[in-house]
C-alpha cells in the first residue's frame, strides 16, 4: 500500500505534467534551445530535467505546435525551438482554459 509521500508524489507528478507544457509552449513565444529553455524556466520556479524536455519537445513538434531548426552558434550546432502559427493559437486557447480553471480553484481551495 502507497504510503502518504508516495501518494503526494504521485499527484504532484499529475498536475506538473500538463502545467509543463503551458509553460513550455509560453516560452517559446520566443526562439530557444534546449538548455535556455531550461534556464528561462527554472528563472520563473518552473524546474524540467532534460529527460522530460526533450520529449516533450519532441512530441509538441510532432503535433504542429513547435518547429525547430539547427544552427551553429558559439562553434556548437544548437537545435532551436520556437512556436509554430498552430502552436501560437493553441497556446492562446490553453491560457484562456488555465485561467479559468485557476480561477475557479482559488474559490475552493
Known sequence: MPNDTDIFETLRQELRRGSLILAVLAQLQEERYGYTLRRALSEVGVDIDEGALYPMLR??????????????????????????PEGVGVLARLAVEWRAMNSSLDKLL
Open 59 to 84: 512530441r509538441l513538434e510532432a503535433q504542429g505546435l513547435l518547429t525547430s531548426e539547427w544552427r551553429e552558434e558559439e562553434k556548437r550546432k544548437k537545435r532551436f525551438y520556437r512556436l509554430s
